[in-house]
């Protein structure tokens, strides 16, 4: 690398060079076989990715909102803001079964089964006749990773006939060492209670399922700390992933 | 009939050509989408890039000639920032959602699984070639919407360091993935 622009080749791509940086090193590029090839070769990489087949409908969603965009400079702006407010309950737990984020065979199975009811309902609450949906509450939330913590997790929670069913599923985790757990808290106003722990698998995967029979109400906020060992009561670890939670549903 | 280039394509959508922004559209939705469902592991977060991304090629935002390389490229790059910036405002994790193309039907015709495949082969087995160290920093920068200060960030290491890694990993693939391409076969021990 003894052209000082070649080394911009990563800040280009990363889309962080300035406007005059940008078009200095676009003019590098139309001279430099060697940058132009990098660049080239990237074009490739989205076939590591698994083939997904596009979203029902999408195309004409997308075209359309380019073709308006032209007449409507602020139409995506807009959109923006309408799909950044929170969602209700019932299109949250929608949209976790649409993108079905359960990995571990076992978790997605224990999911389906205890959710037989609340799947009827979904599909149900589609309908606008449909008869009167069982009493049952489903939302989906995806875990936020703290600073530093590289892993991921969604977690369900089900009312159902007065018990609160939860399952903690995450993957990309940390492996354990010793007797540490990952712990998983419901807490209320900052007060917490200790609802299962995991171990990572080999994958780095873990799940968990826990099951409330009473004190099923007004939860807030659901985390997961990594605890030097099972069964404290109260979290001795960092929060590595957390979410708040809808204390109605 | 000759298939027209991407280039002579986004030639015509400068001269606000529909059609051919169609084209174009038809030509790169499931591979984009499909690397942008791997990235922000949700369906709705990758239809939302990529529209941001058809939007700017439909404004000229940053306009593209081939002096800049192959289109598909400038693309990519577009919409991997794109992601990246919606991840990080959304504040959203991102999920691996392999599953997806098992759970969803596929209505893909022949021909265009094939040339799926071949070249997944091919990216596949020219990423193989890279270290594992290099592997991941592909990982990290193209697939975690990470930038290059988060990655900097989380694996402790010098901006530069990480700057100077990247792009060695991107030669080092763009080596191994022309070999690959060129039909030849790539010897594991060949130093590239
Ligand atoms: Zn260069």
């Known amino acids: ?52 087949e596009p979203n029902t409908g999408m195309k004409s969603r997308i075209l359309d909102a380019v073709f308006d965009e032209e007449e409507h400079p602020a139409s995506l702006a807009e959109e923006r803001t309408k799909r950044d407010s929170p969602a ?73 006939e007065g018990a609160l069913n939860l399952l903690v599923q995450a993957n990309q985790l940390e ?49 997961v700390t990594l605890e030097p060992n099972r069964g404290n009561t109260m979290p001795q670890g960092e929060i590595v992933l957390s979410a708040a939670i809808d204390p109605e549903a | 009939m000759e298939k027209i280039s ?40 990758a239809e939302e890039a990529l529209q941001e991304v058809f939007v700017k090629v439909w404004r000229g935002v940053g306009s593209y000639d081939e002096s800049k390389g192959k289109f598909v490229a400038w693309l990519v790059t577009m919409s991997r920032n794109a992601a990246v910036d919606l991840i990080r405002k959304q504040k959203k994790p991102s999920v691996p959602l392999d599953e997806i193309a098992e759970v ?8 265009e699984t094939a040339e799926w495949q071949e070249k997944s082969e091919q990216i596949h087995q020219a990423v193989r070639h890279l270290s594992e160290e290099q592997q991941k920093m592909v990982h990290l920068f193209y697939f975690k919407g990470y930038t290059h200060e988060t990655i900097a960030e989380k694996c402790g290491i010098p901006l530069g360091t990480v700057k100077s890694r990247i792009r060695l990993a991107l030669k080092k693939l763009k080596t191994s993935l022309q070999m690959v391409q060129e039909g030849g076969v790539l010897d594991d021990k060949r130093e590239l």
């Not at chain 1, 998983?184 to 299962?196: A, E, F, H, S, Y």
Request: proline letters at 6%; hydrophobic letters at 35%; glycine letters at 6%.
């Open chain 1, 88 to 160: 209700p309950p019932a299109t949250m737990a929608k949209r976790g079964f649409r993108t079905s984020k359960w990995t571990p065979l076992v978790a997605a199975a224990l999911l389906v089964s205890l959710l037989g009811n609340a799947y009827a309902f979904y599909e149900l609450s589609d309908q606008p006749d449909a008869p009167a949906a069982p009493e049952v509450a489903f939302e989906t939330v995806d875990l936020q990773a703290s600073e530093a913590f590289e892993g991921t997790g969604t977690a369900a929670l089900v009312h159902e």
């Open chain 1, 175 to 223: 492996p354990t060492s010793g007797d540490q757990v990952y712990q998983v808290w419901l807490l209320k106003d900052g007060q917490p209670i200790p609802t299962g722990a995991f171990t990572p698998s080999q994958e780095n995967e873990g799940a968990v399922f826990f099951s409330l029979d009473e004190n099923t109400e007004g939860w807030d906020t659901i985390a």
């Open chain 2, 6 to 45: 991407d280039a002579l394509l986004y030639e015509r959508v400068r001269g606000k050509d529909k059609d051919a922004l169609e084209e174009l559209y038809d030509r790169y939705e499931k591979m984009l989408f499909s690397y942008l469902c791997k990235m922000t592991g949700d369906r709705d977060l």
């Open chain 1, 1 to 52: 690398m003894t052209n000082v622009n070649c080394d911009q080749l990563i800040d280009y791509l990363n889309g962080t060079l300035n406007e005059q940086e940008q078009k200095q090193f676009e003019a590098h590029l139309a001279e430099c076989p060697e940058c132009r090839e990098i660049v080239d070769a990237t074009g490739e990489l989205p076939y590591l990715a698994d083939p997904v």
């Open chain 2, 104 to 111: 969803e039907s596929t209505d893909s015709s022949v021909e």
